[in-house]
């Protein structure tokens, strides 16, 4: 009888899989896949694959909470500590904030540069201003901001507020928490805040 090189081969896979689903080999969990493929040995890096109570939360609901888990969520937030800047002046410079929106410098392995500072990267989510052609909708539209909301004390501190900690309003956000997570410092966000709010800003053109 003669044997095709196709046969030997079809043997060979399927031993190949037996000996592969035989019970012994060990898959791992997500979570060890996570940890194993993450090269680095800095512990302020490896810290970032630690969930706190809120990311476990969202991990478990895949981000589609129920009513009692995101009030859960949402109040657990709105206990945390929200530091405002030097002064209490929550309204910035939009210009710099403009800056800010438009930089997605920092947090990835390789963004070292002594002295440099984070950006939001706005514009990855949200549209910022009519003439950006490039920009995200993950998150909603936020052209006119100001014009449509005004800036009163009540609105100026709900935005301040809303991009420290977005949790506390809106539960599993995709909204990173610039503060809570020390992404962004006070007098970055109150430059944000004065992005979307200050009447000259390109926002509210």
Request: charged residues 20%; glycine residues 10%; contains cysteine.
């Amino acid at each position: 009888m003669k044997y095709t090189a196709a046969a030997f081969t079809g043997v060979a896979l399927l031993v190949g899989c037996a000996s592969i689903d035989d019970g012994q080999r060990h898959f791992p969990t997500a979570d060890e896949a996570i940890a194993t493929s993450w090269k680095t040995t800095d512990p302020a890096w490896r810290q970032r694959l630690v969930q706190d109570d809120t990311q476990k939360l969202c991990s478990q609901v895949r981000d589609r909470p129920d009513k009692a888990t995101a009030e859960r969520i949402e109040k657990m937030n709105q206990t945390m500590k929200v530091v405002y800047p030097e002064g209490g002046k929550l309204v910035g410079d939009w210009k710099r904030g403009e800056a800010i929106a438009q930089s997605g410098y920092g947090l990835r392995v390789g963004d070292t540069t002594p002295n440099r500072a984070i950006g939001g990267n706005c514009y990855a989510c949200h549209q910022l201003q009519a003439k950006e052609l490039s920009y995200g909708t993950l998150g909603p539209s936020l052209l006119g901001y100001g014009k449509l909301r005004g800036r009163s004390d009540a609105i100026v501190k709900y935005t301040y507020d809303k991009i420290w900690n977005a949790q506390a309003f809106s539960a599993c956000s995709n909204m990173p928490r610039f503060g809570h997570n020390g992404i962004l410092t006070p007098a970055q966000i109150a430059d944000l805040v004065a992005l979307l709010v200050d009447p000259a800003s390109p926002v509210n053109q």
